[in-house]
């Protein structure tokens, strides 16, 4: 059982999750979030004062899959958050050592679906 974490652009989410169903995957936790990475942010004026924005808004996707869900969760991830510049985001996969679905009881790959 593995975590996927994915940090992705905004504007992109309905593309992810289009993509993520067409991978049969559809099962997932998403939560807007603040960061910085490469990009660095950028400067806007604002009634004549110069703000620095460095904390972008992204979207967090996590995402609980079976071994064999792994792959497939990350290629479709790419192929549709993926613009060519900084900013993309990243992929972060964890292991995942247990997880109970509080309904049933059942526990592991059952409990993941």
Do not use: H, W
Not at 49 to 74: C, H, M, S, Y
């Amino acid at each position: 059982m593995k975590l996927i974490t994915a940090l992705i652009r905004p504007e992109k989410l309905p593309d992810v999750k289009a993509a993520l169903f067409d991978a049969k995957v559809f099962k997932m936790t998403v939560s807007n979030v603040i960061g910085c990475g490469q990009q660095m942010g950028y400067t806007e004026q604002y009634r004549g004062a110069v703000t620095e924005v460095n904390l972008l808004k992204k979207v967090r996707l996590d995402i609980a899959v079976n071994e064999d869900f792994v792959q497939p969760t990350i290629e479709a991830i790419i192929k549709s958050a993926r613009t060519g510049n900084i900013g993309d985001g990243k992929i972060f996969v964890t292991d995942l050592l247990q997880c109970i679905r509080i309904r049933t009881g059942e526990t592991g790959r059952e409990a993941i679906g």
